[in-house]
Each structure stands twice: as C-alpha cells, then as structure tokens.
T-cell receptor
Framework: SQQGEEDPQALSIQEGENATMNCSYK?????LQWYRQNSGRGLVHLIL?????REKHSGRLRVTLDTSKKSSSLLITASRAADTASYFC???????????FGKGTHLIIQP | GAGVSQSPSNKVTEKGKDVELRCDPI?????LYWYRQSLGQGLEFLIY????????KSGLPSDRFSAERTGGSVSTLTIQRTQQEDSAVYLC?????????????FGEGSRLTVL
C-alpha cells in the first residue's frame, strides 16, 4: 500500500521560479527521502531527512519534515529546465521493513 | 560497474510466456528491492531482500511472480505465464543499510511489454 502521497500530482512553473512539492504519510517513520526520476530512467536519490530532523538543505534543495503533521515538503529554488522530472517521496520505518514510495509529482519547468 | 545493473533493458514477449529479469546490485549492499512502475505511475513495491533474512514478499501481485537472490548478491525476478497487465518497467534497487534506513541506488529498469 502507498505510504506517501505527493501533492500536487503535476506542477508547471517558469524557469527561475521556486517549486514546492508536498508529501504526506500515515505511519511513524525512521526517515523520509526524496528521489527524482527523469523520463524513462531510474530514480536518483536527492536527500534524506531523519525523523529527529526538521529541515535539511542540499544545494538548491530544501526539505522540511513535520512529524506531528506527518508531512514533508521539497523546495527547489531558482528552478532550471533540467529540473523537469518526476519527484517521489519515500518513507522508511526501519526494522524489517523496506522503503515505500508515493505516486510522485511531475514537475515541468517552462523555459 | 559501480552501479546497479539490470538486464535485459527491454523485453517483448507473448502472453503466456515466462520471463526472467536480472538485477546485479552494488557489491556489499545487503538490501535489494524490486519495484514495478506502470506508465506514468508511481512505484509499486514487489519484494525486499535483506541479508540472509526471509524476504518480504508482501508486494508480489500473484503467485505467477517469484524472486530469488542467490548468494546474497544477484537477484532474479521471474514472471510465469505473463499477462498483458504485467507490462511495466521493473526497477531494482540496492542499499547498504537495512530497513529503509539509507539511500537506495536504482538500476535503469527492465521494460517489459507483453503482447
């Protein structure tokens, strides 16, 4: 079953603008991860945030985590055409469980 | 190679035939996952191997699907008596950490088309 749900399902913005995607999940987690998938390719890991962290940065990426609301957001600043891709959140609960992915947000950056 | 390798990259088969998809994880990674992705959709979890533990098969959609991991390394996903609804991209990923605690490294996938 899906653990994470991304919102919106699709997002189209102009190059240079900021893009924000949200992820909600249902159960307690050990960590939350964001991945990017270019069309027809495998997924690439972007960033991991642990359950005891609230915010994390990596280059133009900023991720927040609110465990009380069971939600996370991914912000991409100063977007570029090359950022066009699908973005997925994934949650890990640790223990014997694996990693569960949401359905993704398809981001289009208009040049 | 340093990454996760999957083969074949593309497979076209006729309905009712069996297919085998192979995944060669990154050396030393104890966790291995199989996911299925239909066109424009998210990732559907199929099966998860962790070290020598019994695999988590809870995502396999039917008994036509099976997977094994030999020697804690290479994994094979087998689909018997393929159906058209099995058409999808099958993605394999490996991880150094257990239990979804670390980054997953994905292969480029095997695109299966059942005619």
């Amino acid at each position: 079953s899906q653990q994470g749900e991304e919102d919106p399902q699709a997002l189209s913005i102009q190059e240079g603008e900021n893009a924000t995607m949200n992820c909600s999940y249902k159960t307690s987690i050990n960590n939350l991860q964001w991945y990017r998938q270019n069309s027809g390719r495998g997924l690439v890991h972007l960033i991991l945030i642990r359950s005891n962290e609230r915010e994390k940065h990596s280059g133009r990426l900023r991720v927040t985590l609110d465990t009380s609301k069971k939600s996370s957001s991914l912000l991409i600043t100063a977007s570029r055409a090359a950022d066009t891709a699908s973005y997925f959140c994934a949650t890990g609960r640790g223990g014997a469980d694996g990693l569960t992915f949401g359905k993704g947000t398809h981001l289009i950056i208009q040049p | 190679g340093a990454g996760v390798s999957q083969s074949p990259s593309n497979k076209v088969t006729e309905k009712g035939k069996d297919v085998e998809l192979r995944c060669d994880p990154i050396s030393g990674h104890t966790a291995l996952y199989w996911y299925r992705q239909s066109l424009g959709q998210g990732l559907e979890f199929l099966i998860y191997f962790q070290g020598n533990s019994a695999p988590d098969k809870s995502g396999l959609p039917s008994d036509r699907f099976s997977a094994e991991r030999t020697g804690g390394s290479v994994s094979t996903l087998t689909i018997q008596r393929t159906q058209q609804e099995d058409s999808a991209v099958y993605l394999c990923a490996s991880s150094l950490g257990a239990g979804g605690t670390g980054e997953l490294f994905f292969g480029e996938g095997s695109r299966l088309t059942v005619l």
